[in-house]
């Protein structure tokens, strides 16, 4: 069960929480989320084939309870909670471990409203009303290319390097031409933010510009549906702009200044990490249970020492990882929008979430014995959705390359924020 006794959270956020687990309890049906997400999936499906993988229906309930549009500004009909990323943490935490795949479903867009912060108001309010009329889509965000992953989230910040995506300026529009990769829910989107170079010589960190394409316009397609061994509900494909046109007041950074405002988007970021941890906490209650259930030698296996303490051990892990992560999104309230707290923070954060969560995968392996991968476990779904999205956000171990970069007083400003 989550523990809602931290300092950090209030009796607002309990009762949000106690909203969320309510609805899933309700509304969830995790078989049947799980069976949707394992549908096969061709590469050459279309945007409509991938809409309707989703569970439209669930979207639909969320939406009329409050919850698909919590993050959303209250001025524009939203529930107005993005900036406390300690509820959107609470929220995304329990919907993580009672709704598994539905956490990340609702993560996905919540995360995505802090990129109106720059957008002229009326654009803001246009595309988020359109977000809460159209209930069967999403939101995304677009940065990696097929030739620049890790690149374009700035190890290394050499002049020309990373990113082919090129935007011209034409008049009072940009045109948009190049491809992108590993794009989550990009075909079941309305809007994608896209990080595009409007300098193709200087470094990443001053060459690259922010645009909100629409995807109903010309000038946008799927090329290729990625194929995971535990897909997700919404989706990751590859992307080609030919031409896309994007008027200049859908542009949403200063021209060059896509870095700049990144940084203000890490809060948010943090809400996908939340609903891991609560689907992590969710696999880790279920193999203790069965620890104390099965029995061998003699006794339940969780009296022997070998399975006793990897129960105990990840327990640890979680509990620190749920520390961490909640201190980082109390530590983010503090800030205005658009600042930097702690550089290292997301960095950490997304290399020990992985940490943990391979941990648990190792542990409910060893302690399920032969029935670990049984499809009658929601665990083998949990650890193959979870393999498939590890590299989301960033490798691990790049984050690490960036901490130390910081460490060492190497890191640029730019480095610092992404
Ligand atoms: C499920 C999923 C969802 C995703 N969603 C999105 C999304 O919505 N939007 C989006 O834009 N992207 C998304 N991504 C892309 C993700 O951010 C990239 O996969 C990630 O940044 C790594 O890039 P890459 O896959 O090209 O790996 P590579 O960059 O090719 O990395 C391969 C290996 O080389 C190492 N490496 C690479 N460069 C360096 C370096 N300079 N220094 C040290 N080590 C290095 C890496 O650590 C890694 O071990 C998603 C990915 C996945 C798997």
Request: hydrophobic share 30%.
């Given at each position: 069960m989550l523990n809602?006794?931290?300092?950090?959270?209030?009796?607002?956020h309990r009762s949000l929480a106690a909203l969320m687990k309510d609805f899933c309890e309700r509304e969830v049906d995790l078989r049947a989320l799980n069976d949707l997400a394992d549908k096969p999936i061709a590469p050459n499906a279309t945007p409509a084939d991938l809409r309707a993988?989703?569970?439209?229906?669930?979207?639909?309930?969320?939406?009329?309870?409050?919850?698909?549009?919590i993050a959303a500004p209250a001025k524009f009909g939203g529930g107005g909670y993005g900036e406390d990323h300690v509820a959107m943490g609470a929220l995304a935490e329990t919907a993580g471990y009672y709704g598994g795949q539905f956490g990340r479903l609702m993560t996905i867009a919540w995360k995505q409203m802090a990129a109106f912060e720059y957008a002229p108001e009326e654009v803001a309010k246009e595309v988020i009303e359109d977000f809460m009329n159209d209930r069967t889509t999403m939101m995304a965000a677009s940065f990696t290319e097929p030739n620049s992953g890790s690149d374009m989230l700035l190890p290394y910040d050499e002049p020309g390097v990373a990113g082919q995506t090129l935007a011209v300026k034409d008049g009072d529009d940009w045109v948009i031409n190049g491809d992108k990769m590993f794009c989550t829910a990009g075909g079941v989107s309305n809007y994608i933010t896209v990080m595009a170079r409007t300098d193709p010589k200087g470094p990443i960190s001053k060459s690259m510009t922010q645009f909100l394409v629409n995807t109903r316009n010309p000038g946008w397609s799927v090329t290729r549906v990625n194929d995971n061994m535990g897909n997700e509900l919404s989706s990751n494909v590859q992307m080609r702009f030919?031409?896309?046109?994007?008027?200049?007041?859908?542009?949403?950074?200063?021209?060059?200044?896509?870095?700049?405002?990144?940084?203000s988007r890490l809060a948010g970021k943090t809400a996908h990490l939340f609903a891991e941890l609560g689907w992590t906490e969710?696999?880790?209650?279920?193999?203790?249970?069965?620890?104390?259930?099965?029995?061998?030698?003699?006794?339940?296996?969780?009296?022997?020492n070998n399975v006793g303490m990897l129960v105990a051990e990840t327990d640890c892990l979680i509990r620190t990882l749920r520390l961490f992560l909640y201190n980082d999104a109390w530590e983010w309230c503090g800030e205005g929008r658009g600042q930097l707290r702690d550089p290292l923070g997301w960095f950490y954060a997304n290399w020990y979430c992985k940490k943990v969560m391979w941990r648990v995968f190792e542990a409910g392996l060893e302690i399920y014995g032969g029935l670990a991968p049984s499809r009658e476990l929601n665990f083998e779904h949990f650890v193959r959705v979870k393999m498939s999205m590890f590299h989301g956000g960033s490798t691990g171990l790049l984050s690490l390359v960036k901490a130390a970069k910081v460490i060492a007083g190497q890191a640029s400003d730019a480095v610092q924020e992404t």
């Open positions: 809602w006794n931290l300092p950090y959270i209030t009796d607002e993988r989703l569970p439209l229906d669930l979207l639909n309930k969320a939406h009329d309870a409050g919850l698909r549009q030919e031409n896309c046109r994007v008027p200049d007041k859908y542009r949403m950074s200063p021209v060059n200044g896509a870095f700049e405002v990144g940084k969710r696999a880790w209650e279920d193999f203790k249970e069965y620890s104390k259930a099965r029995i061998q030698g003699g006794k339940r296996i969780i009296e022997h």
